[in-house]
């Protein structure tokens, strides 16, 4: 069967950051100091492993000159941004979503006529931008921007991170700094900004833990066994306000949370695995090791993939099955069926695996195909894990052949 079986991925590669923090970008060859931050609030609410966040900073133009700016915002690639306000002075511009080129003309319209208007585009899938225009000396501009992200655990805890500082950014010596870098805080430096946080947490099941390791001096209050607020006054932004929270016990949980509302109602169901799995909680497991030979592969990456695979190897019991399907630009299996996972087919598999070096193009769609295809033994629980160093191209079929 092709439904219900999960993939995991091993990338051989370096993760790169990215910029964090909310900032401004000033257009032209004004200073960054004349259109500071002079606040910040965020206000939080936290339904099971949903949050709903509404941030609203205040910025003023001491400047002796008129502005455009442009406010980027990273956040998770999982963050959906659904409202946005502006107010300068008595006058408020709220967003309306509009298809991108109507909204880039309305725009572009507004600002040759000296009007205070504002865009707000997605420019990545973890970097909203947003453009505004005609900001007057003295003008104090108050932005409010709503926006939501589902939270995943991480060994049983959930993370909630609100980016408050900006680090610095590589460049090469070569490369003058640009106007961004005099946000940076040297560490032990004082800023006149300060922010302030209000968490409320509310989830169907227990909350087991609650904590805010960023900032110690928060206040948590908790109401009930399933809801808990957290206030912070008054921080300087030198470092990300984290909180984590644990909702996992010592058995699989499950929980409702109902709400009734003006035009519709919803409901959350919420299920946590236990904090600890027993190894006879176990199920016989099958795994299926996709593992990318190609020539971008070849050398360490290769022999990076094979360690990979003999710790990963290791793991398996003896009522547990495996087997290896090698691709570049064709495919090579193991087995035409899965195997015990016995010490004589493991070293089986190594040897298989040792007789690649690595050449020829990548067709990682062709190898997930054939993968799926492999015969099942329904008795066991059957699991995909692809090694490969991600130079691969056909990404958008591979995602939705993982999807469908």
Excluded at 94 to 113: H, L, M, P, S, V
Excluded at 195 to 223: G, R, W, Y
Excluded at 312 to 338: C, H, M, T, Y
Aim: hydrophobic share 35%; aromatic share 8%; net charge negative.
């Amino acid at each position: 069967m092709k439904r219900g079986i999960p993939l995991f991925i091993f990338l051989i590669s370096i993760a790169v950051g990215s910029e964090k923090s909310p900032y401004f970008k000033i257009e032209g060859d004004h200073e960054i100091d004349c259109f500071p931050l002079k606040s910040s609030h965020s206000a939080v609410t936290i339904t099971g492993s949903i949050a709903d966040i509404t941030l609203t900073q205040i910025y003023t133009n001491d400047g002796n000159k008129t502005i455009d700016a442009t406010y980027l915002f990273p956040a998770s690639s999982g963050a959906a941004v659904h409202g946005m306000m502006m107010k300068i002075g008595d006058r408020t511009i709220k967003a309306e979503i509009q298809e991108k080129t109507k909204a880039r003309q309305a725009f572009e319209e507004a600002k040759n006529q000296k009007k205070s208007a504002s865009l707000l585009t997605q420019k990545r899938p973890n970097l909203f931008s947003m453009e505004m225009a005609t900001i007057l000396p003295g003008d104090q501009l108050t932005l409010t921007l709503n926006y939501s992200e589902i939270l995943k655990p991480n060994s049983g805890d959930y993370e909630f991170v609100i980016p408050t500082a900006i680090g610095p950014r590589y460049r090469e010596r070569s490369t003058p700094p640009n106007s961004i870098e005099k946000h940076f805080l040297n560490e032990g430096q004082q800023t006149r900004t300060r922010f302030s946080v209000n968490v409320n947490l509310s989830s169907p099941l227990p909350i087991q833990k609650l904590a805010c390791p960023s900032h110690e001096q928060s206040t948590i209050t908790f109401k009930s066994k399933t809801s808990a607020s957290l206030d912070l006054n008054e921080a300087e932004p030198d470092r990300d306000f984290i909180i984590r929270y644990q909702l996992s016990g010592q058995k699989i949980l499950s929980g409702l949370l109902s709400h009734k509302g003006s035009e519709e109602n919803t409901f959350l169901i919420q299920l946590e695995p236990p904090r600890e799995i027993k190894p006879q909680d176990i199920p016989e497991r099958d795994f299926i090791f996709v593992i990318d030979v190609s020539g971008s592969m070849k050398g360490f990456p290769l022999n990076l993939a094979k360690d990979l695979f003999r710790e990963l190897a290791q793991e398996l019991r003896p009522e547990d099955q495996f087997n290896i399907l090698l691709f570049a630009g064709a495919n090579k299996v193991l087995s035409g069926k899965s195997l015990q996972a016995t010490d004589a087919n493991v070293d089986r598999a190594i040897n298989f695996l040792n007789s690649s070096d690595g050449t020829g193009g990548t067709r990682l769609l062709n190898a997930l195909e054939e993968a799926l295809e492999l015969p099942h033994d329904h008795d066991h629980s059957r699991s995909l894990i692809l090694i490969s160093d991600g130079y691969i191209e056909a990404e958008t079929e591979v995602f939705d052949l993982i999807k469908n």
